[in-house]
């Protein structure tokens, strides 16, 4: 069995992050179809339903061969399908872990900085990366403050990292 098999599901104060299997195809389809606020995308935008179901066997893929985690963000209380969120680059502390995410554009404020505040900690409590990357395809000024808050800074160009220090990995709270 895989390591990464076991990290799901991870949760937040109000949201559950598990396997995309979790998560009915339509419901992945419709959110790449919809407005979204998003990172650099690491699969092309489906264009049937089909291509969704390709994406998430080859996603699943890559989780059991440890090469990435990616969950589906759901409310905790509702169970309402709210997006996806993919941790990669993980085995890679030179390169830096990466985070990529896809949500609905109407979210609460809370969404984005539950679920990349608690997969930066997953980060910390299991791997050995340094830093973390965010590269946003759209500057949007609401995903921008939420994760200045959690401590990334801008590179330029879209790019944002937080350093892992020996003092941030030992003091890094989910309760920011």
């Given at each position: 069995?895989?390591?990464?098999?076991?990290?799901?599901?991870?949760?937040?104060?109000?949201?559950?992050?598990?396997?995309?299997?979790?998560?009915?195809?339509?419901?992945?389809?419709?959110?790449?179809?919809?407005?979204?606020?998003?990172?650099?995308?690491?699969?092309?935008?489906?264009?049937?339903?089909?291509?969704?179901?390709?994406?998430?066997?080859?996603?699943?893929?890559?989780?059991?061969?440890?090469?990435?985690?990616?969950?589906?963000?759901?409310?905790?209380?509702?169970?309402?399908?709210?997006?996806?969120?993919?941790?990669?680059?993980?085995?890679e502390p030179n390169e830096g872990a990466q985070i990529s995410f896809i949500t609905k554009i109407h979210q609460p404020e809370t969404l984005l900085l539950q679920v990349v505040q608690r997969t930066v900690k997953f980060i910390i409590d299991h791997f050995d990366s340094t830093r973390v990357k965010i590269n946003l395809a759209k500057d949007n000024q609401q995903?921008?403050?939420?994760?200045?808050?959690?401590?990334?800074?801008?590179?330029?160009?879209?790019?944002?990292?937080?350093?892992?220090?020996?003092?941030?990995?030992?003091?890094?709270?989910?309760?920011?």
């Amino acid at each position: 069995m895989s390591k990464f098999e076991k990290y799901h599901p991870v949760l937040t104060a109000n949201y559950t992050l598990d396997w995309l299997t979790q998560t009915p195809v339509k419901q992945i389809f419709d959110l790449y179809q919809g407005a979204t606020f998003e990172t650099s995308l690491t699969v092309q935008r489906p264009k049937a339903i089909i291509d969704t179901v390709k994406n998430v066997n080859q996603t699943m893929q890559k989780v059991m061969s440890e090469q990435e985690l990616t969950w589906g963000i759901t409310d905790s209380n509702s169970g309402d399908f709210l997006g996806i969120i993919k941790a990669f680059h993980l085995k890679e502390p030179n390169e830096g872990a990466q985070i990529s995410f896809i949500t609905k554009i109407h979210q609460p404020e809370t969404l984005l900085l539950q679920v990349v505040q608690r997969t930066v900690k997953f980060i910390i409590d299991h791997f050995d990366s340094t830093r973390v990357k965010i590269n946003l395809a759209k500057d949007n000024q609401q995903v921008v403050k939420t994760i200045e808050t959690l401590g990334f800074v801008s590179l330029g160009n879209g790019d944002y990292s937080l350093e892992l220090t020996p003092e941030l990995r030992a003091n890094f709270e989910l309760n920011m």
